[in-house]
């Protein structure tokens, strides 16, 4: 991906109404940050962010809640799949 600009990734690819991101938030074992997993969908300047704010559900020893990670999308394991034809 290339390092310009900021985009927003928060529509999954099964939509509907339930509001806990389908993508997840795990602690690293260390603590020092989280590893995210799953996909998104209509993301906002994807191809061409720098950096993403992604939504994931955030599972905590205290419950869970909808957190906002910010991505480099230089990190490993990132990647932007083929553009989506319109009408």
């Known amino acids: 991906a290339a390092a310009g600009g900021t985009g927003f990734a928060d529509t999954e690819p099964t939509g509907g ?6 993508t997840t938030a795990t ?14 969908l209509f993301v906002s300047n994807g191809p ?3 950096l993403l704010g992604v ?4 599972r905590e020893p205290d419950g869970k809640r909808v957190g906002l990670a910010v991505v480099d999308t230089r990190s490993p394991g990132f990647e932007v799949r083929a553009g989506l034809e319109y009408l």
């Open 55 to 58: 939504t994931a559900t955030v």
């Open 17 to 22: 109404g339930n509001r806990w991101p389908r």
């Open 48 to 50: 061409v962010a720098g």
């Open 27 to 40: 602690r690293t074992a260390d603590g020092s940050a989280y590893t995210l997993k799953g996909d998104k």
